[in-house]
């Protein structure tokens, strides 16, 4: 049955609620990196080298094995809504097989493939072959970063956020102080850092599987079920073509721009990395969005689901312009913070406008995206983003690239790629198709 009405003021406090905890744990995989980055960088620039090329390739497997996540989250959280927990903590336990199985193979193909994969990301000589190695060390940590992503996503959706942020935030914690020691106690190196990196996820793994186990208490079933895999991966495949095509297009973007001059390419960089930055806190609203429609619309509560995602959308768009408005002002001083090359803070002159509205349609549509995430709506998202990726940004980029247009035909590529995302998301969101009450979608 709908519940009763939530007031605006009840709703973001809600969001607040519920998007805190949420950044503080999209915070934490940032700020890993940024930890190895900074005890590697003092092995030398070798090493440094060694560990771009390999996170980069194990990054890129997380990020697309995300649908772990968001697609737990959502089926979780409607269940939840719907007043059944046994059947929220039955699907945990999948996401944890699907997740652990899954976690293996990849491991098991990184290892394989470490050398082509090298080759692929442009790694030569000594670098290459220490990327290698750092590849193969690395490669049985996966599984445990997998289950820890099932994990966020069942504690997401029965409204446990402060749990995995813990989890997370002494993970952190462990692993800076085990590569400190691996790697200046015991001189291991570049070995040590990752091993160390490897002994703290299994950690992290670990609190993540006994807290998936737990769910539900001792009555609920926790063998593996065929036909709730099968589910986690018709989400999956939605989400996982929702993310690739997102991910190719920004790679497309950056070679483009490497074929332009090398000083486009590094205000590209200080641009793309302050969006990725900058995307954690709306996407620490979407996360709520994802929670808050999709136990709404489990309770059955489809008016109530459409009014928190309402609230939600005008919240994004606030923050959104708050962005854009304090990036133009800062136009002169940010980049400057990044760089004092001439050359590259001009180049980032001319892109800043458009990166800095950018903020606004992107800030909407990772509000659409959770929403629509949240009411299970994925085949749909799934189309929506090739379409904006193939026909709205791929002609464009192209054009950049042939026309010569440079790092500003690129930002003008990634923008159309954005409104092409909004265009067809508000378009279902506004059809109401998405709002499908009910413990199952």
């Given at each position: 049955?709908?519940?009763?009405?939530?007031?605006?003021?009840?709703?973001?406090?809600?969001?607040?609620?519920?998007?805190?905890?949420?950044?503080?744990?999209l915070?934490?995989?940032?700020?890993y990196?940024?930890?190895?980055?900074a005890?590697?960088?003092?092995?030398?620039?070798?090493?440094?080298?060694?560990?771009?090329l390999?996170?980069?390739?194990?990054?890129s497997?997380?990020?697309?094995c995300?649908?772990l996540?968001y697609?737990?989250?959502?089926?979780?959280?409607?269940?939840?809504?719907?007043?059944q927990?046994?059947?929220a903590?039955?699907?945990a336990?999948?996401?944890?097989?699907?997740?652990?199985?899954l976690?293996?193979?990849?491991?098991?193909?990184?290892?394989?493939?470490?050398?082509?994969?090298?080759?692929?990301?442009?790694?030569?000589?000594?670098a290459?072959?220490?990327?290698?190695?750092?590849?193969?060390?690395?490669?049985?940590?996966l599984?445990?970063?997998?289950?820890?992503?099932?994990g966020q996503?069942?504690?997401?959706?029965?409204?446990?956020?402060?749990?995995?942020?813990?989890?997370?935030?002494v993970?952190?914690l462990?692993?800076v102080?085990?590569?400190?020691?691996?790697v200046?106690?015991?001189?291991l190196g570049?070995?040590?850092s990752?091993?160390?990196?490897?002994?703290?996820?299994a950690?992290?793994?670990?609190?993540?599987?006994?807290?998936?186990?737990?769910?539900g208490?001792?009555?609920?079933?926790r063998?593996?079920?065929?036909?709730?895999?099968?589910?986690?991966?018709?989400?999956?495949?939605?989400l996982?073509?929702?993310?690739?095509?997102?991910l190719?297009?920004?790679?497309?973007?950056?070679?483009?721009?490497?074929?332009?001059?090398?000083?486009?390419?590094?205000?590209?960089?200080?641009?793309?990395?302050?969006?990725?930055?900058?995307?954690?806190?709306?996407?620490?609203?979407?996360?709520?969005?994802?929670?808050?429609?999709?136990?709404?619309?489990?309770a059955?509560?489809?008016?109530?689901?459409t009014v928190?995602?309402?609230?939600?959308?005008?919240?994004?768009?606030?923050?959104?312009?708050?962005?854009?408005v304090v990036?133009?002002g800062?136009?002169?001083?940010?980049p400057r913070?990044?760089?004092?090359?001439?050359?590259v803070l001009?180049?980032?002159?001319?892109?800043?406008?458009?990166?800095?509205?950018l903020?606004v349609?992107?800030?909407?549509?990772?509000?659409l995206d959770?929403?629509l995430?949240?009411?299970?709506?994925?085949?749909?998202?799934?189309?929506?983003?090739?379409?904006?990726?193939?026909?709205?940004?791929?002609?464009?980029?192209?054009?950049?690239?042939?026309?010569?247009?440079?790092?500003?035909?690129v930002?003008?590529?990634?923008?159309?790629l954005?409104?092409?995302?909004?265009?067809?998301m508000?378009?279902?969101?506004?059809?109401g198709?998405?709002?499908?009450v009910?413990?199952?979608?």
């Amino acid at each position: 049955m709908p519940t009763e009405p939530l007031s605006p003021r009840a709703h973001d406090r809600e969001m607040v609620r519920l998007a805190v905890p949420a950044l503080g744990a999209l915070a934490a995989e940032p700020l890993y990196l940024l930890a190895d980055t900074a005890i590697v960088g003092h092995l030398g620039t070798l090493e440094l080298g060694a560990l771009a090329l390999a996170a980069t390739a194990l990054t890129s497997v997380v990020a697309l094995c995300n649908f772990l996540t968001y697609g737990t989250t959502a089926q979780v959280a409607r269940l939840h809504g719907a007043g059944q927990p046994e059947r929220a903590a039955q699907i945990a336990a999948q996401a944890l097989w699907l997740a652990a199985g899954l976690g293996v193979l990849l491991a098991v193909a990184l290892v394989l493939l470490a050398h082509p994969l090298m080759l692929a990301l442009g790694g030569t000589g000594d670098a290459a072959g220490a990327a290698e190695r750092y590849l193969r060390l690395s490669a049985p940590g996966l599984p445990f970063a997998l289950i820890a992503l099932a994990g966020q996503g069942y504690l997401r959706g029965v409204d446990r956020l402060r749990t995995p942020l813990v989890i997370l935030i002494v993970a952190n914690l462990v692993n800076v102080v085990l590569e400190l020691v691996l790697v200046y106690g015991l001189d291991l190196g570049l070995d040590g850092s990752a091993l160390g990196t490897v002994a703290a996820q299994a950690g992290m793994g670990a609190a993540f599987a006994i807290t998936l186990l737990r769910a539900g208490g001792p009555d609920v079933s926790r063998r593996p079920r065929p036909a709730d895999i099968r589910a986690l991966l018709v989400l999956g495949g939605d989400l996982l073509v929702r993310t690739g095509a997102l991910l190719l297009a920004f790679i497309a973007a950056g070679a483009v721009v490497a074929r332009t001059s090398t000083a486009a390419l590094a205000a590209h960089q200080i641009a793309f990395q302050l969006f990725v930055f900058l995307a954690l806190v709306l996407d620490a609203i979407a996360i709520a969005g994802q929670i808050i429609v999709g136990r709404a619309l489990g309770a059955g509560d489809a008016s109530g689901a459409t009014v928190a995602a309402r609230r939600m959308i005008g919240w994004s768009v606030v923050v959104g312009a708050l962005f854009a408005v304090v990036l133009l002002g800062l136009t002169g001083i940010v980049p400057r913070a990044f760089t004092s090359d001439d050359a590259v803070l001009d180049q980032a002159r001319d892109l800043w406008p458009l990166f800095a509205v950018l903020q606004v349609s992107g800030a909407v549509v990772f509000a659409l995206d959770g929403i629509l995430i949240g009411a299970g709506d994925t085949r749909f998202i799934a189309r929506a983003m090739a379409f904006s990726a193939l026909a709205c940004f791929a002609p464009v980029a192209l054009a950049s690239l042939v026309f010569d247009w440079g790092v500003v035909g690129v930002w003008v590529a990634i923008n159309v790629l954005m409104l092409a995302r909004l265009g067809t998301m508000a378009w279902r969101f506004r059809g109401g198709a998405w709002a499908v009450v009910g413990a199952e979608r």
